[in-house]
Each structure stands twice: as structure tokens, then as C-alpha cells.
């Protein structure tokens, strides 16, 4: 395992006072890495310092995750973490070398925050690559739910259980492998399939989703819930959006609840709230 990915390990601490200069000594550390070499995007971690810099300086360590595409702009990411303590002069020396650790830190992802999210897993809850998670068993749909809209799906499940509907949850973190074992399985137990994503229904979860009961053979009614093919514009307030693009809480239940063709009006929809800088890492 490369050593890069202790950057984002529970216990790791870091400070830094002062972003400003955490950028100049990027750019000094920067020249050094690549000057042994002879190459090495030097002009990419000299561009990119202040970035690099405001990243870990806005980084909560031990919560959220800092980790980097092996791509052109690493070194800069490489250069920050080992001014801070977090990777020795020895490791680092490898740079650029045949072989090296940092060579092969394998497939990786950037997650951005923007507002608060509720968490929803405990400390020791891990992202697993290629697996969905059943978090609430139900018969009668069968709720999938990535990112920002599982908050919302748990509490859609919540308020249509207390009125008679059994609605089954899974998390999907992640669309690419997809757990199709898991997915066939719930929609296979299931009336109707629901898919909510904070992402276009074109090419995301829904899509995923509907290809793999389509190949299982399994003919169960679909609801795509997501962003619909149009420009989203941008806000403050992330709530805002979510219910202006149809993201809400209030949406899963009264989709579910037409798609299972219940009568009268649907549930009234429970208000999901974050607290004051909640952030969910995973």
C-alpha cells in the first residue's frame, strides 16, 4: 500500500497557521522533489500551491479525506504532506523512481463538501469498493440511494413504514463496479424499484440500475429520482436546490406512494436536518 494513503487515516493530525506561507514551501519542496529527476510537472505544484495549501488548511484531519489523482498535479498534494509531518524526506526521495510507492497509489476519488450533510454511519464504518449495503429491509419497494440523497431515503422509508409501506434501502456509494448481485436481489423482493441520486437520471444510479434488473429479467415498475435533462443553476443553499430539482424527501414518498398506486394523499414528508458543520465523509 502506498504510504500516501495514511494521509487520511483516523489519528492523523496536521495544522496549518499560516496557508500563505504552506504555499511557498510547497514550491520550495516542489524543486527539490523534481530536481534529482530532471521532470516532474514541476509548473503544475508551482500553480497549484495556494490550492494545495487551502485544501489542508480547510480539512478537518481524522474526518474529511484528502485524496489526489495520480495525475499531473500530485506532486503538489506530495510536497504539502510532506511539509506537514505526514510523509518523511526517505519515503519521498523515491519520487519519480521506477518502482516507487508513489507511483502506484491505484484507482482514487476527490469528494468536495459544500454544506452540512447528516452522517449516518458511526466511526468505523468503511467505504468498500464494489458493495451496496442493505440498510433497511422492506418488501414492497425498493429504494436505492447514493451520496446526499441517502439522508432522504431513510427518511422516506420512516415516514411511508408508519403508514403501511415497507420500503427496503440501499446505499450504493459506488456506481462503478456495481454491486449488481445486491441490486437484483432487493429489486428482485420488491413491488417497485426507486433509484435517488444527487446526479443526472441520464448515466448515473438509475441508469445502472435499470440496466441490471433489465438483463436479471426482473419486470419491476422503475422511478428515477434525480436531476432531469436540464441546466441546474447554483444556490447557497443546498436545500433550496434539492427541493427545487425534485431531491426532496417530500419527492421519494410521493413517488413511491403513486407508484405503488396507494390511495389518498401521500405521507407528509419528515424534515431531515444537519447540524451546524456535520459533515458525512462517506
Not at 178 to 195: E, F, N, P
Not at 251 to 268: K, N, Q, V
Amino acid at each position: 500500500m502506498s504510504p500516501t494513503l495514511h494521509v487520511s487515516d483516523p489519528g492523523t493530525r496536521w495544522t496549518v497557521p499560516d496557508p500563505r506561507e504552506l504555499a511557498l514551501r510547497i514550491r520550495l519542496r516542489a524543486v527539490r522533489m523534481v530536481a534529482p529527476q530532471g521532470f516532474g510537472y514541476l509548473g503544475q505544484a508551482l500553480s497549484s500551491a495556494e490550492q494545495v495549501a487551502a485544501a489542508f488548511a480547510c480539512a478537518r484531519p481524522g474526518v474529511d479525506r484528502l485524496v489526489c489523482s495520480p495525475g499531473h498535479y500530485i506532486i503538489g498534494p506530495f510536497a504539502a504532506a510532506a511539509e506537514l509531518g505526514l510523509l518523511d524526506d526517505q519515503a519521498l526521495s523515491s519520487y519519480g523512481q521506477n518502482g516507487s510507492s508513489f507511483e502506484a497509489i491505484g484507482p482514487v476519488y476527490l469528494r468536495l463538501k459544500r454544506g452540512e450533510i447528516p452522517v449516518i454511519f458511526d466511526d468505523e464504518h468503511a467505504l468498500r469498493l464494489g458493495q451496496a449495503d442493505v440498510l433497511v429491509p422492506g418488501t414492497d419497494a425498493a429504494l436505492f440511494a447514493s451520496g446526499m440523497m441517502l439522508a432522504a431515503a431513510l427518511a422516506a422509508a420512516s415516514a411511508l413504514g408508519e403508514h403501511g409501506v415497507s420500503v427496503s434501502v440501499i446505499n450504493v456509494p459506488v456506481i462503478k463496479p456495481l454491486d449488481t448481485a445486491t441490486v437484483r436481489a432487493a429489486a428482485a423482493g420488491a413491488s417497485i424499484v426507486v433509484t435517488a441520486e444527487n446526479h443526472s437520471v441520464i448515466g448515473g444510479l438509475g441508469s445502472a440500475v435499470a440496466e441490471t434488473i433489465a438483463e436479471a429479467g426482473l419486470g419491476r415498475p422503475l422511478r428515477r429520482i434525480g436531476i432531469r435533462d436540464t441546466f441546474a443553476e447554483g444556490s447557497r443553499d443546498a436545500p433550496y436546490l434539492f427541493e427545487k430539482y425534485g431531491l426532496s424527501t417530500r419527492t421519494l414518498i410521493e413517488t413511491i406512494w403513486s407508484a405503488l398506486d396507494r390511495p389518498g394523499p401521500a405521507p407528509a414528508a419528515p424534515h431531515v436536518a444537519a447540524q451546524t458543520g456535520e459533515y458525512s465523509p462517506v
